[in-house]
DNA sequence: ATGAAAGCGCTAACAA
DNA sequence: TTGTTAGCGCTTTCAT
C-alpha cells in the first residue's frame, strides 16, 4: 500500500469554492480575506484535514524552519542535556531541531554540515570537532548562512559563539590540587576538541607555573572523549615509576573512565589518586567519594544559543561571543598525597 | 548580508551548454548522457560548487530523505543511544535522522509527530508515549506511512515494532529476590509507559503469586521516569509502617531516583533494602555495591527499526514484531531481607 | 543523445 | 476583497 495522496490548498480551494491564493491567504491569516469566506476555508481544511506541506513551503521561501545541531556526540550527557534545551527553546519559533552527530570526526562534521545546508536550514549549531580545520565553517559564514559554535572555540570563524571558561576552570582545579599539597600533577584532555583543551591544558600550565611547580610530559595525556579510551590513557599515566597524586580530566565521560581505570588499578580515590573533572554529572554524587567537580552552567548554554542564532537569522547586529563561568563544587574526591599505591 | 545565492542545475547547465534536463541527467547518471559531455558537466558541477538542493528533490518526488525519531527523552541515555545507534544505520542509506523528544507527553508526541509528517518524512520511529491513545500513530499507518515502534508497545496499531521481553525480565527479577529470601518486594513505574509497565508490572504480579506471595496495592507506587519524581515515589514507598525489603524499578533514570532517595533516608543497599533496576547503565557499576540489573540488548534495538523500517519503505512483506530477551545481570545490590531501617 | 516543457505544492506580486 | 499567474529547483516524460 502506498501513501495516500495529502490534501493540498488545490483541494481545499475547491472545496471552499475559492481560489488557490484566497484559500492560502485564508489558511496562513495574511493579506485581505473576507470573514465568512475566510470561515468557510477553515472549515474546508478542518473537514479535510489539511496539513500543509512545509518542503513545498520551504522551497517557496527558500528555507527549511530548521535548525540544524552538530554536537560531537549525542551520546554525551552534556551534549544530550543541550539538545533537549535548544529543542525546547527552538519550539515555540515553530523551527524543528536536526541533531546530526559528528562523532567527533572532522570529516562527519564536514559531511552533515553539507547535508543540513542542503536542506537549506534556517541556521547551524555546531560544536566543532576541530579549532583549526573550519575551512567549511568560514564558507557558511561567508554564505550567510546563520552560524553559532557551542563549547568550543573554532579559530578564525566570524560567527556567534556560546563557551566557559576552560581557563579559569582549570586553573581553579589546579590551585586546588596544589593548596591541598600536591605536586605530581596529572591531565588527561581531548586532543580533538583543540582548543578547549588547549584552553584547559593552558589553565593547567598557567596554574602549575604560578605555583612554581615544573610542566611535565609525563603528566599530559591525551585520549579521546569516551570512557574506553580514557581507561587506557589513565592506565599509562598511573604506570609509571612516579605516578602522580592528582588528575584533572576535561569532561563527565572521561571522568567515567579515570574512574573505572583507577579502580581496576586498585588505586582508591581520595588516599592514592586525587580527582577532579570537568562538567558535573549524575554520577559525581554517587560514587563514595563524590567527585570534585569543575561545573558548567549547562543549562544556560541552550538558551543562549539560541538566542545568538536568532540574533544572526534576523540580522541583529554582529557576532557575538559569549563566556559563562565555572564554578569548582567541592566533593570528596581530593585529599592529601602520599598514599603508596598498592599493586 | 543575506544568504548567497547557491548554485542551481541551470547554473551549471550554461557552463556546460547542454540544457538543464541533460545536466541533471549527467549529475545522477540516469539515461542516455553523451560522455564528453558528462565529463563537461561534471567539471562545471565541481567548478561552481554544485550541490544541489534536498527540498526541491523532495517536492519532485514527494519525499525528504529523513527518517523522523520520536524518542520518550533524549536525556534518557537509552534514547541517547538509540539516536545514535539510528544515525549511524541510516547514513549509509543517505538519510538523515530527525529526533523530536515527546517529552513523554501525548499531546507533544501527537505534535511532532504531525509535524515530522508535513515534512514528508519517509518514514517514523517512535517510542510511544501512550498505549493506548493512539489514534495518531494508527492514521499514521492507514496513511502508508511507514512506522516502527520501538521500546514499547501500543494497542492496535498495525505496524513493526521491537521491543524487549519485559514481563519476562521482571520475572526473573522477583524471582532472584525471593529466591533470597524477599517477601515485601516493591515496584516503581512509570505510568506513562503504559503497555510495556503493564507488562513489566504483569511480570511482577506473575512471579510473585507464582511463588505463593499475595501482591500488595501498597508495595506498588506510580512515578514518571525522572530522577525527581522518582525520589519521591520511592519515599513514599518507604516510609510505610512495614516497609518492603526490595525494590524493583523500571528504567535506569529511576533507578537512579531510588537510589538517591534510599541514600537520603539512610537506608543502605543491600542491608536495609536490595534493589533491582531494569535497564544497565553506567552508574550502575559506579557504586557501592554495584547495581544488581535486568539488562536489555540495547545495541540490537536501533539496527533492528532500520531494519524495519526499510522493510516497511519497501513494502517487503508484513509488519513485524521483535522482541529480545533479557538478561538479568548479577551484582551486588540485592541481600537477604532483615537488617533494621535506622531513623 | 539531447532538449522542451510540465508540474510537485506553495506563496506573493499584480490585476481586477 | 478575490483571482490570475509566475516561479522556487528539480526530475521526467515526450519529442526530436
Known amino acids: 500500500m502506498s501513501q495516500k495522496k495529502p490534501v493540498t490548498v488545490r483541494d481545499i480551494a475547491d472545496a471552499a469554492k475559492v481560489s488557490r491564493a484566497t484559500a492560502a491567504r485564508a489558511l496562513n491569516g495574511y493579506g485581505y480575506v473576507g470573514d465568512d469566506t475566510a470561515v ?102 561567508n554564505e550567510g548562512v546563520p552560524l553559532v559554535i557551542i563549547d568550543r572555540m573554532a579559530r578564525d570563524v566570524p560567527c556567534s559563539s556560546v563557551t566557559v571558561d576552560n581557563e579559569g576552570g582549570a586553573r581553579e582545579a589546579i590551585s586546588y590540587f596544589v593548596s591541598n599539597g600536591h605536586r605530581r600533577i ?50 599509562r ?24 581505570a583507577l579502580r581496576s588499578m586498585g588505586l582508591s580515590v581520595p588516599h592514592d589518586v586525587s580527582l577532579i573533572g570537568f562538567d558535573d554529572f549524575d554520577l559525581a554524587t554517587f560514587t563514595d567519594p563524590q567527585i570534585t567537580v569543575v561545573s558548567q552552567p549547562v543549562a544556560r548554554i541552550g538558551a543562549q544559543a539560541v538566542k545568538l542564532l536568532q540574533d544572526r537569522i534576523t540580522g541583529t547586529g554582529e557576532p557575538e561571543a559569549t563566556r559563562f563561568p565555572t564554578r569548582l563544587i567541592i566533593r570528596g574526591s581530593v585529599g592529601k598525597p602520599g598514599g603508596q599505591p598498592r599493586r
Open 40 to 141: 468557510r476555508v477553515q472549515e474546508a481544511a478542518a473537514r479535510l484535514g489539511y496539513r500543509g506541506n512545509r518542503v513545498a513551503q520551504a522551497l517557496r521561501q527558500g528555507q527549511m524552519p530548521i535548525v540544524g545541531f552538530v554536537p560531537g556526540d549525542i551520546q554525551n550527557p552534556f551534549f544530550a542535556r543541550i539538545a533537549h534545551d535548544l529543542d525546547g527553546a527552538l519550539r515555540p519559533t515553530r523551527h524543528s531541531l536536526m541533531i546530526a552527530s559528528s562523532e567527533e570526526s572532522i570529516e562527519q562534521e564536514r559531511e552533515v554540515v553539507d547535508s543540513l545546508r542542503s536542506l537549506n536550514v534556517r541556521g547551524l549549531i555546531v560544536a566543532p570537532a576541530s579549532a583549526d580545520d573550519t575551512g567549511h565553517l568560514v564558507a557558511l559564514v
Open 186 to 235: 596529572a591531565l588527561i584532555h581531548d586532543d580533538s576538541r583543540i582548543v578547549t583543551a588547549r584552553e584547559r591544558l593552558g589553565g593547567y600550565v598557567d596554574a602549575l607555573t604560578g605555583h612554581g611547580l615544573a610542566v611535565e610530559e609525563r603528566l599530559i595525556a591525551v585520549s579521546q572523549s569516551t570512557v574506553e579510551s580514557t581507561i587506557e590513557a589513565a592506565i
Open 237 to 260: 599515566l598511573f604506570s609509571q615509576p612516579e605516578p602522580p597524586t592528582a588528575l584533572l580530566t576535561v569532561d563527565s565521560l572521561m571522568t567515567t573512565g579515570a574512574l573505572l
